[in-house]
C-alpha cells in the first residue's frame, strides 16, 4: 500500500472507502459508460447504454434488455483484484468502517468485505417481479429458466418475469441503502474515493456529507473533487492499495 495513505489510515478511527467502476475494470469488467462502451452499445444495439439499462426500456423491450444485460454486464469469471482484498484485510483489521460501492458486481463481498452499501444494487441478487421469491445469478443467466425462445427469465413459481435487483435509469436508489451510507460517510474521520470521477449522480453526491479530517482521492484522471482532498493520487486503485 501507498505509504502515505497507510499513514493517514493509521492516524484514523473511521475509515470509509467511496469506489467506482474503476475498482472493477481491474478485474477485467469493462466500464459501460466509457467511449468503446458507448460505441459498441450503439453499434450492436441501436442505442445508448443508458436507453438499455433504463426501467422504461425494461418494461417496454425486456428481450433487448436482457440481451444487452447478460452480454454487456454480467462478468461470472471475474475475480476480486488486489484493491478488493486490500479494503477486505484492512475491515479483518478494524481499519475500515465500510464500503460504499457503484459498482453490482459483488466483487468487494467475494474478496470477505462484510459491511457493503451497494448504492446501485447488485447483479446477484434477483427477484420475481410478482411473488417477489429471489434468484441467484446462475439462475436468471441458465435460459431454462427464460420464457420460451427468449432471454427474459421467469419466476418458477408464478411465472412472472424475474428483474435484477440493480437500480435502473429512472428508478430511485434504496432508501436503507442512502440512509447506511450517508451515516457511515457522514461518521468517518477518513474518506478514501477510488476509482470512480465523480460524475454520476445522485451517487457522487454522497461525498459531500463526509466532515472528516482527510479525504483521500485515487483515480487516473482529474475529478471536479480533487481540491478538496488532503491527498490526491493518479493512479490505479490496485497499485495504491494493494501489496
Do not use: W
Not at 434488455?65 to 447478460?70: L, V
Not at 447506511?180 to 449522480?201: F, N, Q, R
Amino acid at each position: 500500500m501507498d505509504k502515505r495513505v497507510r499513514e493517514i489510515i493509521d492516524k484514523s478511527k473511521k475509515v470509509v472507502f467511496f469506489g467506482g467502476a474503476g475498482v472493477s475494470t481491474e478485474s477485467n469488467i469493462p466500464d459501460f459508460r466509457s467511449e468503446t462502451g458507448l460505441y459498441n452499445a450503439m453499434q450492436n444495439y441501436g442505442y445508448s447504454p443508458e436507453e438499455m439499462l433504463s426501467y422504461d426500456f425494461y418494461q417496454s423491450k425486456r428481450e433487448l434488455f436482457f440481451d444487452y444485460y447478460k452480454n454487456n454486464l454480467i462478468y461470472k469469471d471475474a475475480k476480486p483484484n488486489k484493491a478488493h482484498i486490500a479494503l477486505a484485510r484492512l475491515e479483518s483489521e478494524g481499519r475500515l468502517l465500510s464500503i460504499v460501492t457503484q459498482n453490482i458486481d459483488g466483487l468487494h463481498q467475494a474478496a470477505g468485505s462484510r459491511r457493503v452499501h451497494e448504492l446501485h444494487g447488485s447483479v446477484m441478487r434477483n427477484y420475481c417481479t410478482s411473488c417477489h421469491a429471489f434468484y441467484d445469478l446462475d439462475y436468471i443467466m441458465d435460459k431454462k429458466h427464460c420464457a420460451d425462445g427468449s432471454n427474459v427469465p421467469v419466476c418458477e413459481i408464478c411465472g412472472a418475469p424475474v428483474k435484477p435487483d440493480v437500480v435502473l435509469y429512472g428508478e430511485a436508489l434504496n432508501d436503507d441503502t442512502i440512509r447506511e451510507a450517508v451515516s457511515d460517510i457522514s461518521s468517518a474521520d477518513c474518506l478514501i474515493i477510488g476509482g470512480t470521477s465523480l460524475v454520476v449522480y445522485p451517487a457522487a453526491g454522497f461525498i459531500n456529507y463526509f466532515n472528516g479530517d482527510n479525504m483521500i482521492l485515487i483515480n487516473k484522471t482529474a475529478t471536479a473533487y480533487d481540491g478538496k482532498a488532503n491527498l490526491v493520487i493518479y493512479d490505479s486503485i490496485g497499485k495504491v492499495l494493494g501489496d
